[in-house]
């Protein structure tokens, strides 16, 4: 495996085995959500005292390590997801790959792991989508899906932050996420369990939180429900995600139309479609707010007719209504169960300024291959 062209942080290494045109085809129809991988990924090894080493970008496939490895114990993994999408013009750009890269940092932190460079996580990703650009999907609704994941991987059984980690970048291309178009969802919120509690991890896109949330889901199923809505830890009361997206309600107050989600307090993901979503609503004239909901509130507002929707979002499924409200304090429907028009408008908004079908006055776009 020699390198065709390296930089003094990176080594592009092409696969002896990448799909043909045919294969790759075959594969890009309708793929499942997270299922089907492209032909390169990017490994950036880790030491103490070293720091981050030379990455490489290599054929995608399995890696080696051991079962000692300390991330397979105590659980020191983080990810990201974000994607890049084809423009009208034939380019491909990503949808703010540096939030992302901050946000993999403050994940770090928080589960004492280094901090990768802003600008060795952007190599990674041009470098990866440029050798992958094949596998971009061209059609409104589908991308790229980036995922970067950050494990510790010392050989060790002692309970110590590691001292060796791998920074691994794959990719996958995806259709749109939910099969069927935009259907709205039924939630089943959760009293049983929590996902994340004050001076914990719920901030933090840690691999853990998700092992955690699995139990509730299936709950969800089991009530009939297709995701779990997520309270506070301290009063039960509180509305925090659905899954893993974050949560939007919109109301009607004297004519104007209000945009509100749940305020940041530690314990909820700061995802970067919510952050996005809170500027477009401002854009097309909606005014917004973060602030708590609880669910007597939520169930209130409906019933009074004040809340006309109730949508998630999130990087994979862009936004969800939530159609149907199931508790073990009754039920009720929202925008009796259909996608109502303020999630339909920003959704179309934000796949627009996606795709270049729309001006990016933001600077969200970072063009990847021209
Ligand atoms: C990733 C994630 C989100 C959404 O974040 P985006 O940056 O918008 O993709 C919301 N909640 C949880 C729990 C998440 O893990």
């Not at 299936?218 to 009361?237: N, P, S, T, Y």
């Amino acid at each position: 495996m020699n390198p065709v062209t390296s930089t003094s942080t990176l080594e592009i290494c092409p696969s002896d085995h990448a799909a043909s045109p045919e294969e790759r085809a075959k594969r890009m129809t309708n793929p499942r959500f997270g299922q089907v991988f492209t032909d390169h990924m990017v490994v950036i090894p880790y030491k103490e005292g070293q720091g981050w080493g030379r990455g490489v970008l290599k054929a995608y496939g399995p890696i080696e390590m051991s079962p000692a490895s300390s991330v397979l114990h105590y659980g020191q993994a983080i990810f990201e997801g974000f994607k890049a999408y084809k423009q009208k013009d034939g380019s491909i750009a990503s949808f703010r790959p540096e939030a992302n890269a901050q946000r993999l940092n403050k994940s770090a932190a928080r589960l004492a792991m280094p901090e990768l460079p802003e600008a060795r996580f952007l190599e990674a990703t041009r470098a990866l989508i440029t050798q992958d650009q094949a596998w971009v999907p061209g059609a409104v609704g589908e991308s790229l899906y980036m995922r970067p994941l950050m494990i510790g991987t010392e050989p060790a059984l002692g309970v110590h932050a590691s001292s060796e980690y791998l920074f691994i970048l794959m990719a996958s291309p995806s259709g749109a996420y939910f099969s069927g178009g935009v259907k709205p969802v039924t939630v089943w919120i959760s009293d049983d369990y929590v996902r994340a509690a004050p001076g914990g991890t719920g901030f933090a896109k840690c691999a853990g939180n998700y092992a955690a949330s699995l139990v509730a889901q299936r709950q969800a199923k089991g009530e009939g429900c297709d995701q779990v809505v997520w309270l506070d830890a301290i009063h039960r009361e509180y509305i925090e995600e659905m899954g893993g997206m974050n949560i939007f309600f919109v109301y009607q107050e004297k004519g104007e139309t209000v945009v509100v989600t749940p305020e940041l307090t530690g314990t909820l993901l700061p995802g970067i479609t919510r952050d996005s979503l809170l500027q477009l609503a401002r854009e097309l004239g909606f005014r917004s707010e973060e602030r708590k909901i609880s669910v007597a509130e939520w169930k209130a507002a409906v019933a009074e007719g004040r809340m006309t929707e109730a949508f998630a979002c999130g990087t994979a499924a862009v936004i969800t209504p939530v159609g149907h409200v199931k508790s073990r304090q009754g039920e009720w429907l929202v925008n009796n169960g259909e996608t109502g028009p303020v999630a339909a408008k920003l959704r179309e908004a934000l796949l627009n300024l996606q795709h270049g079908l729309a001006p990016d006055s933001h600077g969200w776009m970072k063009t990847i291959v021209g």
